[in-house]
């Protein structure tokens, strides 16, 4: 069992739909990440939690650490926001992250 | 903006040869990483650098190496290169404990 979840591994949805993505882990951690990559392109840093909800925009994180589970949630989706969201967690005492495979999501106009 | 910038965005090499690939920081960042992507791997890690001249294995070190000797520049090094080591390089870095990760646009390394 890997020790970050994500699901789905895949997401189609149409412009305007909200969308949800969820993350578990299995390791003890003090925040996590939430990372954004475009086809082709770099990897963005969406956000960084250790407690409660933040929002950036129509981005909105959300993290249970005793439940050790997190969700990214996009309102009004629209086609820009195609691309694969990957979720990372550093155990504690740690800086390096383990990384979710990603979800690759795909909104259609 | 912190900028992490890798010198290759593309790179074909031949099996035996010795690549090297470099990353810059310009944040003064103590933490740097490099990365393999992987289609069904997701990102894996291959080295890590706390500060200059430390580092430390990540999870599929075999076949790399690393040189950190300034504290804005990692370097990456293929001793030889192989075909399996086909793939995408990421490079990274952060500031210490529980920090945002910053990543380069990656080197797409094809070893023929």
């Known amino acids: 069992k890997n020790e970050v979840e994500q699901s789905p591994q895949n997401l189609t949805a149409q412009e305007g739909e909200f969308i949800t993505i969820n993350c578990s882990y299995s390791?003890?951690?003090?925040?996590l990440h939430w990372l954004q990559q475009h086809p082709g392109g770099g990897i963005v840093s969406l956000f960084m939690?250790?407690?409660g909800k933040k929002k950036h925009g129509r981005l909105i994180a959300t993290i249970n650490i005793q439940e050790k589970h997190s969700s990214l949630h996009i309102t009004a989706s629209h086609p820009r926001d195609s691309a694969v969201y990957i979720c990372?967690?550093?155990?504690?005492?740690?800086?390096?992250?383990?990384f979710g495979t990603g979800t690759r999501l795909q909104v259609f106009p | 903006d912190v900028k992490v910038t890798q010198s290759s965005r593309y790179l074909v090499k031949r099996t035996g040869e010795k690549v090297f690939l470099e990353c810059v920081q310009d944040m003064d960042h103590e933490n740097m990483f490099w990365y393999r992507q992987d289609p069904g791997l997701g990102l894996r890690l291959i080295y890590f650098s706390y500060d200059v001249k430390m580092k430390e294995k990540g999870d599929i070190p075999e076949g790399y190496s690393v040189s950190r000797e300034k504290k804005e520049r990692f370097s990456l090094i293929l001793e030889s290169a192989s075909t399996n080591q086909t793939s995408m390089y990421l490079c990274?870095?952060?500031?210490?404990?529980?920090?945002?990760?910053?990543f380069g646009n990656g080197t797409r390394l094809t070893v023929t």
């Open positions: 939690l250790s407690s």
């Open positions: 390791v003890g951690i003090s925040a």
């Open positions: 990274a870095s952060s500031s210490r404990h529980n920090s945002p990760l910053h």
């Open positions: 990372a967690v550093p155990p504690y005492n740690t800086d390096k992250l383990i």
